[in-house]
């Protein structure tokens, strides 16, 4: 069974007591499969309106989730003959950010995106996603040496922000960030870039200033976390909820504002619930879109972005 978020108690004493009925089942000649099938179907019902109508923070917190999937999850699913690169000739190795060359949907590619890690070793090697400045000096060397061969860009983007450490800002954070915007605002091959989880702060627009921003259905994205939004307005993050909520960081707000161009709709429950299925449909959506730039020049391909990023607000 998945992990359950506070708002999912109900569920979670569903999907229990089915569990217990299974257990009783087994052991003795009881026959309780009618009632079972009426507990599941009640859970997946409950299960279905919950997450119809989510709150902003309750999004946030499905967006956080420990077992949604991440970047290394897409890329064994969905990327063929995947060769990671690593480093930024300029400091050294940052784990946070991970992209390298592969195929996607038969179509040779760049593919770069944050890795939070999915138990604790991991996350201690990939710093929870949060990258340092040469993180994205290696996506900046990445995202040129697609522009040399003309191979289209895909990013996925899952991080709560920036590292904000000393050493971070001792080597230029702030100044890697901007550069790495400025990267993907510069190429010339189509870049499609997928929220898939937290986009947080310039730490995800450094890899989502793209032609196509596509955004998973429970996905958030803004420009702080609603914690620090919180401790910001009312000097505690107690009101991280009533932040989340005028922020307007959830999917459907940010399509209607034009800063996402597609929601991907995710399995009932989240895609933590069907990571498979959540990735069939980022992997179908991303092929899409890049359909869409076989054919268009470089020249429109550049045109397009930067207007749209000139068109905002």
């Not at 993180?135 to 900046?140: E, L, N, P, V």
Request: net charge negative; charged share 25%; with cysteine.
């Amino acid at each position: 069974m998945p992990t359950f978020l506070d708002f999912e108690k109900s569920i979670a004493e569903l999907d229990a007591r089915v569990e217990e009925l299974r257990e009783t089942a087994e052991s003795g000649d009881l026959n309780i499969d009618a009632e079972i099938d009426r507990l599941e179907a009640k859970s997946q019902k409950l299960l279905r309106d919950t997450y119809a109508k989510l709150t902003p923070w309750q999004k946030t917190q499905v967006a956080r989730h420990p077992e949604r999937p991440h970047f290394h999850d897409y890329v064994a699913a969905l990327v063929e003959d995947f060769v990671p690169l690593a480093g930024d000739r300029k400091f050294g190795e940052d784990e946070a950010i991970v992209g390298g060359l592969g195929r996607l949907g038969g179509r040779k590619v760049v593919v770069i995106g944050h890795e939070k890690g999915d138990d604790i070793a991991s996350r201690l090697k990939h710093n929870f996603g949060m990258a340092k400045p040469e993180g994205y000096r290696k996506a900046i060397r990445l995202m040129e040496l697609a522009n040399r061969f003309g191979l289209p860009v895909v990013t996925l983007v899952d991080t709560a922000g920036a590292f904000p450490g000393v050493q971070a800002e001792e080597r230029g954070q702030a100044e890697a960030i901007a550069r790495s915007t400025e990267a993907c605002l510069a190429l010339r091959v189509p870049l499609v870039a997928v929220i898939v989880g937290e986009g947080g702060s310039g730490g995800a627009i450094a890899l989502a200033a793209a032609n196509r921003v596509l955004m998973l259905e429970h996905s958030i994205y803004a420009v702080i976390s609603p914690e620090g939004c919180a401790s910001i307005l009312w000097r505690t993050a107690d009101k991280a909820s009533d932040a989340a909520e005028a922020m307007r960081i959830s999917a459907a707000d940010l399509k209607q504002l034009g800063v996402v161009d597609r929601i991907v709709t995710e399995p009932v429950g989240g895609a933590h619930r069907n990571p498979a299925e959540a990735i069939a449909s980022v992997g179908a959506a991303i092929d899409e879109e890049l359909a869409a730039y076989d054919s268009m020049p470089p020249e429109r391909i550049l045109a397009e972005r930067r207007s749209k990023f000139l068109a905002l607000g």
